[in-house]
């Protein structure tokens, strides 16, 4: 058997409301009201006030021109600003197109241009980063453009930027004169109307995640996706109106938006956020907040638990995490392989296996992501032939049910699903009889580090730009806490000399910080480098020269 229905039927769980962001809104202010839901520092959102913001906020939208269809951009930070913005895009049934914060300026260019985005909510910058500086460079003619008619030819759909704080350039309007204080000009019947005509197969959100080529791949989810997946996973989860739940995901990836935030709605918790994370005023936010959940990658829960206030941080309040060194003695497991992980990707808008983390399974169930999620279908492919592979046999992890996406921009439907609808992960792994699923990692050559996915070639290209490479060669290698590390074989020109810091800086300028790699091996000639016989590149030598250098 190759399909993971299991022993018993597992029957989803969908909310009783219409499957739409406008209805889940109201349905949660309806029912938490008053209780906390977003927290950043001194800033303090309730439930009432998030519907009433977003609703003022959609308001806003609708009398600038935005409605049902449009492409609107989203790049900024976690926080109460966020949320509010993408709710009132997505309650009026316009697309939220969701950036990096990350991003450089030829990725904003790239990414903009493929989303064909026609207005764009920003912050001017951020810890740091001249988000104003970055869209000026990433879209050429922006700077002297018209604020609300802006015309540049790399970027046709590009109509108008709305800014955030208090930098805001002569070619973009403040968020608040902008959007916010337009809200009057429309009545509350409009908003009614303008939620009323949106479906749960209309497309809600667009997620870049990177794929198995230099491009990106955009991710679009419906609105029915959105509100069902997350209220399902709660099944499997302990969220309640008492919980507190701190993440330092970005609500930009699938792992923020789907598993946290909209988790978070569904069940009536607080979600508390940070400028930044840093393991010193980490715990101390932990502590003071009385966070009850925590989500957030393995190399941070290591971070939290060595730095030297964590045995003095009160932490009792912690009773959930993916983290076992953050939760109480008595609650950690004994052999943390025998507890159910989850594997999820932004194409099924977040796990798609999944069990009760609490259970301590028997030692045949070692290792288990789960079994399908319920309202998904597993197969096991060779992924050469495409036959279903035995019980036991590893193989491609095909997956197919309803929190599926809808499909990538720019790309055929054929090209991404099967005939029949399934979707070809890219990983590998084994079904035992029970349909229990066995992760074995990426047949491809994406690199998952620390939950982000890099595409070895974008690295490469960027490292070849530079004019003292030759050639660049990006591979993953094994990290115990991240996953992998990306790293680096890069061959000089000749006559140049370059360290790997320096490389590291210049690749910096262009790609996000999770892309650059953590290790670079230099090498003076092409010949000191492992090849095939065919003339192409023998990676798996190059892997295992990295790995035995910096491993």
Known sequence: MSRSEGPEVRTPSFPAYRHTVDAMIRHAAATWG???FVVLGRQRLTYSDAEERSAEFARGLLAVGMGKGTRIGLLAPNGPDWVVAWLAITRIGAVAVLYSTYAKARELGRDLRLADVACLLTVGGHLGNDYVARLEEAVPGLDGSTPGR???????????????????????????????DRAGDIPDGALVAAEADVDPADPAVVIFTSGSTSDPKAV??????????????????????????YTPMPLFWVGGL?????????????????????????????????????????????????????????LSSIRGSALPDLLPPESRPADPELRSNSLGMTETFGPHSVEDRYVDWPEAK?????????????????PVTGEDLPVGEMGEVWVRGYPLMDGLLGIDHSEVFTADGWLRTGDGGRLDEDGHLFFRGR?????????????????????????????????????????????????LRPDTEVGP???????????????????????????????????????????????????
């Open 220 to 245: 679009v989810h419906t609105q029915g996706t959105v509100v069902r997946h997350p209220h399902n996973l709660g099944q499997f989860r302990d969220l309640g109106p008492d919980s507190r739940m």
């Open 258 to 314: 789907a598993y946290t935030l909209i988790g978070a709605i569904h069940a009536g918790s607080a979600v508390v956020f940070e400028e930044r994370f840093e393991p010193g005023a980490t715990l101390h936010l932990i502590g003071s907040e009385r966070i009850t959940h925590l989500t957030g990658w393995p190399h941070m829960g290591k971070a939290l638990a060595e730095h030297p206030d964590f045995a003095s941080t009160d």
């Open 34 to 36: 008053g209780r906390e």
């Open 501 to 551: 810091d320096e490389l590291r800086a210049a690749v910096r300028q262009t790609l996000s910080t999770y892309k650059v790699p953590r290790h670079i091996a230099l090498f003076a000639t092409p010949g000191d480098m492992p090849w095939l016989e065919s003339g192409k590149i023998d990676r798996r030598a190059v892997q295992r020269l990295l790995v035995e250098e910096f491993g």
């Open 366 to 382: 070692r290792g288990t992501y789960g079994r399908a999620v319920p309202g998904v279908e597993h197969r096991i492919v060779d």
């Open 150 to 180: 802006i015309e540049c030819p790399s970027h046709p759909s590009l109509g108008s930027v709305h800014v955030w704080g208090d930098r805001v350039p002569g070619w973009a309007t403040p968020v608040g004169a902008g959007i916010v």
């Open 443 to 491: 047949l491809g050559e994406v690199i998952k580090s620390s939950g982000t996915n890099v595409t070895p070639r974008e690295v490469e290209l960027a490292l070849e730009e530079l004019p003292v490479v030759m050639h660049a060669f990006v591979l993953g290698i094994p990290h115990p806490d991240r996953g992998e590390d990306v790293a680096a074989a890069v061959v």
